[in-house]
Nanobody, 128 residues
Framework: QVQLVESGGGLVQAGGSLRLSCAAS????????MGWFRQAPGNEREFVAA????????YYSDSVRGRFTISRDNAKGMVYLQMNSLKPEDTAVYYCAAGDRDTVNVVNIRYAPTYAYWGQGTQVTVAS
């Protein structure tokens, strides 16, 4: 139904910034809750941020709040994650995900199984 492709990852020094992009194609993007997750080697897939259908509500993990900003442009089918003040512990593969508006709720929004559609991931590496 929805295809997601992430881009914008790379290598950055601690304290630097990156902006990740997620391009959505297919139908129903504007009716999807969008999220960012990340996974480092040996770790579980971890919630990073999520955003409501029209961007009115945003959610962040405690570890990124104040440093990362999620946004979306429904007309362009794009979701973004602006990452500032990056730390080595932010190093991971970052995934864009889409959840159905009737499936996502305030309890499950932070859990990966809630989301039915996933991108391929983009690597973010923060040097110490």
């Amino acid at each position: 139904q929805v295809q997601l492709v992430e881009s914008g990852g790379g290598l950055v020094q601690a304290g630097g910034s990156l902006r990740l992009s997620c391009a959505a194609s297919g139908r129903g993007f504007s009716n999807k809750i969008m999220g960012w997750f990340r996974q480092a080697p040996g770790n579980e897939r971890e919630f990073v941020a999520a955003i409501s259908l029209n961007g009115g509500n945003v959610y962040y993990s405690d570890s990124v709040r104040g440093r990362f900003t999620i946004s979306r442009d429904n007309a362009k089918g794009m979701v973004y994650l602006q990452m500032n003040s990056l730390k080595p512990e932010d190093t991971a593969v970052y995934y864009c995900a889409a959840g159905d508006r009737d499936t996502v709720n305030v309890v499950n929004i932070r859990y990966a199984p809630t989301y039915a559609y996933w991108g391929q991931g983009t690597q973010v590496t923060v040097a110490s």
